[in-house]
């Protein structure tokens, strides 16, 4: 059973929206932060957003803030992001990621797959 699933990847055009889904099951979602994640081939993994676990607070990029938004749905185990106002430096495999710290060792992790987002210009 893979714990986090993601979906709504695709190609659009410059200036144009897609919206991310990733939906986890295994483990108690609500208890954990949850992250969008991107990477590029020869770059580094860089973190897009961070929702914490009731979604009263959240982090962005610099880089996508006021252009995404992340949201998560703990009824339903599911993790948001939607995009807006998409450029062509957002192309990236993206993937969503679970946290959740122990105060007793490593904290709980689990990573999707990834879903590939490609904007053209």
């Known amino acids: 059973q893979v714990p986090l699933v993601e979906s709504g990847g695709g190609l659009v055009q410059s200036g144009g929206s897609l919206r991310l889904a990733c939906a986890a099951s295994?483990?108690?979602?609500?208890?954990?932060?949850m992250s969008w994640y991107r990477q590029t081939p020869g770059k580094e993994r860089e973190l897009v957003a961070t929702i914490t676990e009731g979604g009263v607070a959240t982090y962005y990029a610099d880089s996508v803030k006021g252009r995404f938004t992340i949201a998560r749905d703990n009824a339903e185990m599911s993790l948001f992001l939607q995009m807006n106002s998409l450029k062509p430096e957002d192309t990236a495999m993206y993937t969503c990621?679970?946290?959740?710290?122990?105060?007793?060792?490593?904290?709980?992790?689990?990573w999707g797959r990834g879903t590939l987002v490609a904007v053209s210009a």
């Open positions: 990621y679970a946290r959740r710290d122990t105060d007793y060792g490593a904290p709980f992790e689990y």
């Open positions: 295994g483990f108690p979602f609500s208890m954990h932060s």
